[in-house]
Structure formats: C-alpha cells, structure tokens
C-alpha cells in the first residue's frame, strides 16, 4: 500500500481526489474546491521548445490540491523555490506534447508515447500522470514503469 491507497479503516476514500457533485455521475476533481484561485510559476527554460501552459491543466491541478508543498509536505514537496507554487525547477507538467516543435522526442500516436497516456481534450498534454498513476499501489514507487536505466524518461526523450 502507498501514501494514496485512501481505502484503509473502511469508507469511500476515493472522495480524498474526486469529489462527487449530486446524484449523478459526475466528479469534481479536489482542486476545484481546495486550489481555486491559486497562482503557479510554471517552468521556464530556454531550452523547450515545446509549449508550457501559463498555469496547471488538467489532471495535474488534482495532484497539486496535496502536492503543492503545503498539504503533503512529509510526503512529497514540489517546492523548489521561495514559494510553494514553484514549478519552475521540476519536471514541466501541461505542456503540449508537439515532435515538430522538437524532433529529440518520441511521437506520440492514438494518445500515447511509449505507452504512456497523454491527456487533454486532443490527448497531446504531458501531466503528472502521464509518468505517475496514483492508483498503481506502490508499484515501480507509483511510476507507470520501471525507470531502471532512465526507461521512463527515454519513453518521451531520445536524448
């Protein structure tokens, strides 16, 4: 079991990253109720050419309700700078995922690189669960793969 199997002592603990709204089937990602408002610096580098969104999208903003480095501070901290919303020294998250902007990664097909998801209504945004599944249990410490000898990281990058 991992820091995000929410099932221990009983209950539905799925509601600790989705929120249901009424009696239908629709779900409100946590940080809708727990980040609105919240101000990120995204990274920034001269050397991407892919684009960066100007805040989190997507599946990300529900990682960063917990992992902003003010929640799951004895856990994980993202915090790289002087603020808790520094994202600007860690792995970029809602970038567009475009092998024409930089050809040294591997095209993605049907929403996918390597086998690992991409996300948005075009399926071409990296998010934090593009490498992370929160749902693995611990396996491969909650990364879609292995990352033995940088797999992970060459799934996307070729150099």
Avoid at 3 to 32: F, M
Wanted: net charge negative; hydrophobic share 30%.
């Amino acid at each position: 079991a991992n820091v995000h199997d929410l099932s221990r002592g009983g209950g539905d603990y799925c509601i600790s990253c989705h929120v249901p709204q009424g009696s239908g089937e629709r779900i409100t990602p946590r940080w809708v109720l727990d980040q609105a408002g919240a101000y990120y610096t995204m990274y920034d580098s001269p050397t991407i050419d892919m684009r960066v969104a100007n805040q989190p999208q997507g599946n990300s903003l529900v990682c960063l309700s917990c992992h902003d480095g003010t929640v799951a501070k004895d856990h994980f901290q993202i915090k790289t700078g002087n603020s808790a919303n520094d994202l600007s020294g860690v792995h970029p998250i809602s970038v567009t995922y475009d092998t024409s902007r930089d050809r040294e990664f591997v095209v993605a097909t049907n929403g996918t690189v390597s086998g690992l998801p991409l996300f948005g209504d075009r399926e071409d945004q990296v998010e934090c669960a593009t490498c992370h599944d929160p749902h693995a249990n611990g396996q491969h410490a909650m990364l879609r793969m292995d990352n033995h000898g940088s797999a992970l990281c060459f799934a996307c990058h070729i150099k």
